[in-house]
């Protein structure tokens, strides 16, 4: 009876995924009135871009529409950015949403600086564009490119790069149009003064790397004032002149038939939210739509990507819950019965002391995870020299994901080391067994336990591939997302998993077998257990904000972008723990949870990375 309800459970979650994933198609090819492929193209220097295409069914040869390209930022691939590319191809326009160089399914770029030199492959692709051989129902005139954070300064580079070669060649600029989001950097007179294109800007308010900015505080992100912004209209207008002092936001600038129109927006965001908000959509929509003399009839504000989010986020949530009731149908099986094991004993009640032991050693780990996250950053730039130049490597070419690396091995060390402690000077002489602890196995059980949970990631990541081929999605949410992969990435897996997997295991060790205490409620045990496991980590999103609220900068300037990288980690952080004791409740044992979360985690992880792998 308990084999067919699981297997009823196992069905249900496919089913959801299914359909889920069904909904978030239909919405994205805006129901069925616009095409949606992926296409790879090869650049210059054997490099090769990755792009989906969505071609509007009214765009023929007779009838060419408007072409815009989609650059999404650093650690950022395609589809962090489709519902721009929805939104744009649902009122008329063709769109190629890339997979920057590096990130995706792109290749790396033999440039260490790809944003400014190539804009992330997009001005090999507009080059492409605009022979009118490559895209035969695209209007040559009216090739335009959008970007967030990067791929905004990648917009930006692009309107001068074809702006200086217009300049050359007395001609009109191969980018029509640009709308530069999240980017203000380089937004300068060596840039600007040599743009011959129409350009937005939209810029947070609360942007946390506005302190990079020419002024300071929170003046450094009022786009009203900030000397970025009034460069802009002031190249448009007045041929670099300063005779405008201050902006008025969502006017519009310039004009249209001398390509100079600008219009600077200015939305009460912070960075990584700014793309994923309806005003900010709405802006670049009105943008588009008057760039390009497009009528039409359909408002702004009428957007429909947030559903196709909401229908990814479902399929995100539900496949990783798929992977209890995949995981207990294969150990139902003959092959894997044997790992199957009685569950220890909890450990006896708390007294008061050994509650005084345990809270004290929840506070210090969590207080070593917050103070030793950014010593590790500074530690991964001097470690793996070559990802962090941007250089193409082997040797751990994840530049972001070497310092969650380090920090994930060392903690992980330092949670066995208190661990341990607290058995020996403590919980042994308190009627604590390690009995308890799951631990006793030969190694014939470790490495049937690998087996299944390299079983269990490849059923995982197929369905994920079946999902993909058939719909065009993937599982997510904003910039949270399980995607596919290139071959190649299973190398950088194999490569990775070891030291993650300190982690994996000293969390499944410390939850199973010191915070599973008799008589204590589950759902209290697993919520201290998620919380001890990302305080740490949530502290420091927790001094990043405080202090840029009281003062308008945050606390960590030079890694600021490393604790960005926190808003997709501490998720996976609180939610660790409850996937390990659903596994050690399956097997009686602390091994195969660990091995399929390393596994399927990290390949999270390491999909939503830049990888500086070898051409």
Known sequence: MKQYSNTRFLFTCFFIILTCSLIASLIQSDFGRVEVNSVKLSTQKGQH???????????????????????????????????????????????????????????????????????????????????????????????????????????????????????????????????????????QDKVLKDIRSNVGVSYALYDEGAFRNELS????????????????????????????????????????????????????????????????????????????????????????WQWKELMTLISMITAMVMLIPLSRFLLSLKIFKSLVKEIPDALPKQTRNSKVVFWLIFFLGASIACLSYIPMVDAAKNIFQAAASREMTWFYPQRMNNSVMLWASFNGLVG???????????????????????????????????????????????????????????????????RIFQPEMLLVLAMYAPLFFIFFFSNSLRVNGAMRIEGQQEWKSMLIAGIANSLGLFLII??????????????????????????????????????????????????????????????????????YLPI
């Open 217 to 304: 505080g929170w003046d450094a992100s009022n786009m009203k004032i900030a000397p970025e912004s009034l460069r802009v209209i002031n190249w448009g207008i007045n041929k670099g002149k300063q005779d405008l002092k201050e902006v008025e936001l969502g006017k519009y600038y310039g004009s249209l038939a001398d390509s100079n129109l600008r219009v600077i927006h200015n939305e009460e965001l912070i960075h990584p939210f700014q793309p994923y908000n309806n005003i900010a959509t709405a802006n670049q929509i009105e943008y588009f739509e008057k760039v390009f003399n497009l009528n039409s009839s359909m408002s702004s504000s009428n957007q429909i």
């Open 49 to 187: 871009l990755v792009f989906d295409l969505y071609k509007p069914n009214l765009a023929t040869e007779e009838n060419k529409l408007p072409f815009v390209v989609v650059v999404p930022g650093f650690q950022r691939s395609k589809e962090a950015l489709s519902n721009i590319a929805i939104e744009l191809s649902r009122r008329g326009m063709v769109i190629a949403l890339i997979d920057p160089y590096a990130q995706g399914l792109s290749s790396s770029s033999r440039s260490k600086r790809s944003a400014t030199t190539e804009g992330y492959g997009m001005f090999h692709l507009v080059e492409q564009a605009h022979s009118g051989n490559f895209l035969n129902y695209i209007d040559t005139s009216k090739i335009a490119s959008t970007g967030h954070s990067m791929g905004g300064n990648a917009a930006i580079r692009g309107a001068n790069y074809f702006g200086k070669e217009a300049i050359n060649n007395n001609e009109l600029s191969k980018l029509h149009s640009v709308f530069v989001s999240g980017y203000v950097l380089t937004l």
């Open 416 to 482: 066995l080391l208190l661990f341990t402690l607290s058995y020996q000077l403590f919980g042994k002489k308190h009627g604590v067994s390690s009995a308890s602890w799951g631990l006793n196995v030969n190694m014939n059980y470790i490495i049937k336990t690998l087996a299944l949970s390299i079983l269990v990631f490849s059923i995982y990541y197929i369905f994920l591939f079946f999902i993909y081929s058939i719909f065009h999605v993937d599982y997510r949410f904003w910039f949270m997302g399980v």
């Open 542 to 611: 927790f001094i990043q904000y405080i202090t840029f609220a009281r003062t308008g900068t945050v606390f960590w300037t030079t890694n600021w972008l490393s604790v960005n990288l926190l808003f997709a980690i501490v998720p996976m952080m609180f939610i660790l723990p409850y996937f390990n004791r659903y596994f050690f409740y399956m097997t009686g044992r602390v091994y195969l949870g660990p091995m399929v979360t390393t596994l399927v985690f990290i390949m999270i992880l390491s999909t939503n990375t830049v990888v």
